[in-house]
């Protein structure tokens, strides 16, 4: 019941903006947090976004705060990230993940649930 699976990512010029969602086979999808993480070559996989159950409740990295919005749709069972003013330095592998904790926590080890990845790449 955890599956979880991106789509959206691509190539795209420092500036412009990329949707990226994740499909998700959640039985009860508002008992969960879901959330996007990111991980670039070498680095650790960090925290970008994440919303509670019901979406009333969010939490952005502040690297991307006033640029990436994430929102829900418990009835489709997705989940988007939309990224504006997109930087080179938002290359990376971006991973949605769920989470039973009723917060939109950052915390990875909390997630349970992660989807395959999606490759997004900002040229300069």
């Known amino acids: 019941q955890g599956q979880l699976v991106e789509s959206g990512g691509g190539l795209v010029q420092a500036g412009g903006s990329l949707t990226l969602s994740c499909a998700t086979s959640?039985?009860?999808?508002?008992?969960?947090?879901l959330g996007w993480f990111r991980q670039a070559p070498g680095k650790e996989r960090d925290f970008v976004a994440a919303?509670?159950?019901?979406?009333?409740?969010?939490n952005y990295a502040d690297s991307v705060k006033g640029r990436f919005t994430i929102s829900r749709d418990n009835a489709k069972k997705t989940v988007s990230l939309q990224m504006n003013s997109l930087k080179p330095e938002d290359t990376a592998v971006y991973y949605c993940?769920?989470?039973?904790?009723?917060?939109?926590?950052?915390?990875?080890?909390?997630?349970?649930?992660w989807g395959q990845g999606t490759q997004v790449t900002v040229s300069s």
């Open positions: 919303i509670a159950g019901s979406g009333g409740n969010t």
């Open positions: 993940a769920a989470s039973a904790v009723s917060i939109p926590t950052a915390r990875r080890e909390l997630y349970r649930f």
């Open positions: 959640l039985r009860t999808p508002t008992t969960y947090t």
